[in-house]
């Protein structure tokens, strides 16, 4: 099996991120708007549709992911749990900390505003978290590093890195911009390529320099 590393971007040193959603399950959210004999003034409204045995999964510590577009409003967002019954009646999750209805999403820091949400996560996926009778704002996103097969991305830092003196431990790497006017035959870059492909358990098979872009082309294999 070919050898795997966290995948970054060569040119900046910045690691790509994977989200982790593919398997998360996610819940419909809908805006109220005015809601009648409630404080409109100061404060948002929104429902999530769950089903029936969801209750059992508002625990402290329980979590749900939800999209909420971006809105903004200066105000706290309550919701509500709708239960789908697909009977055609409505019924509601209470808040065992009032009896009410209605959850307050803010934030383990304190109040939070729906037109600040997106500074949780840009791309509106939240995670709610049950704590208290309240329900705490998450990014919804679980990221963590991207791996692919190394291969090409070890041939671009192999010919960038210099080798140095490090405290301790040495670094390794061809070191390309001190070659950048020399040839293969007098400036022992062909040399270096194979010393550092070699300690790094990679084969080049074939390397020559692009005349026309300036560019050095490698053909390289990993040792099995």
Not at 94 to 101: A, E, T
Not at 131 to 160: C, H, M, T, V, W
Not at 180 to 200: I, M, P, Q, R, V
Request: with cysteine; aromatic share 12%; charged share 25%.
């Amino acid at each position: 099996m070919a050898r795997q590393d966290i995948d970054m971007n060569a040119n900046y040193g910045e690691v790509h991120l994977n989200d982790n959603l593919a398997t998360k399950v996610f819940y419909p959210f809908t805006f109220l708007g005015e809601v009648s004999g409630m404080d409109n003034e100061h404060y948002c409204y929104g429902e999530i549709l769950v089903p029936p045995d969801f209750e059992k999964h508002s625990r402290d510590g329980e979590g749900i992911r939800v999209v909420i577009p971006y809105t903004p409003e200066y105000k706290q967002l309550l919701i509500r749990f709708v239960f789908d019954m697909n009977d055609g009646h409505l019924r509601y999750m209470i808040n065992k900390r009032d009896n009410g209805q209605w959850f307050l999403i803010t934030k383990e820091t304190g109040a939070v505003c729906l037109s600040e949400f997106q500074l949780t996560n840009e791309n509106e996926i939240f995670q709610l978290v049950f704590k208290e009778g309240k329900l705490i704002l998450y990014s919804g996103a679980e990221s963590d590093f991207l791996i692919r097969p190394s291969l090409n991305q070890n041939e671009i830092f192999l010919l960038k890195s210099l080798t140095g003196n490090l405290y301790q431990y040495p670094t390794t790497g061809v070191g390309l911009v001190n070659y950048l006017h020399g040839n293969f035959e007098t400036s022992g870059l062909s040399a270096k390529l194979l010393e550092e492909f070699a300690d790094d358990g990679m084969i080049v098979r074939n390397a020559y320099m692009d005349s026309s872009t300036g560019e050095l082309v490698l053909d390289v294999i990993e040792k099995e």
